[in-house]
């Protein structure tokens, strides 16, 4: 039953406070957070408890690490320089 572990808690190293386990299974919309392996194993077997709730696929998805926030910066800044050309351009279109 995937809400054998929901009402456990502990203190959550991201937000700072005290949450039960039914909020970090769901917490990255609808997956489970990917911090799940380290702040619960030592309270129950979490890993047997994600291959038996979940998909491999989703699993991945779940543990897959982030990229560095340096990384997502640049992209995020060349997908608004972007943006900005094109609207440039629209721009001059119109005017023309």
Known sequence: MISEYDNFERRCPLLGHEVKFQYCRSANLGLPCKK???????RFPVENFLRNHFSKEKIETILKPQKPKLVSLVELIKQAQTSIEKNNLKSEKITT
Do not use: V
């Not at 799940?36 to 030592?42: M, R, S």
């Open 36 to 42: 799940i392996l380290n702040c619960w194993f030592e």
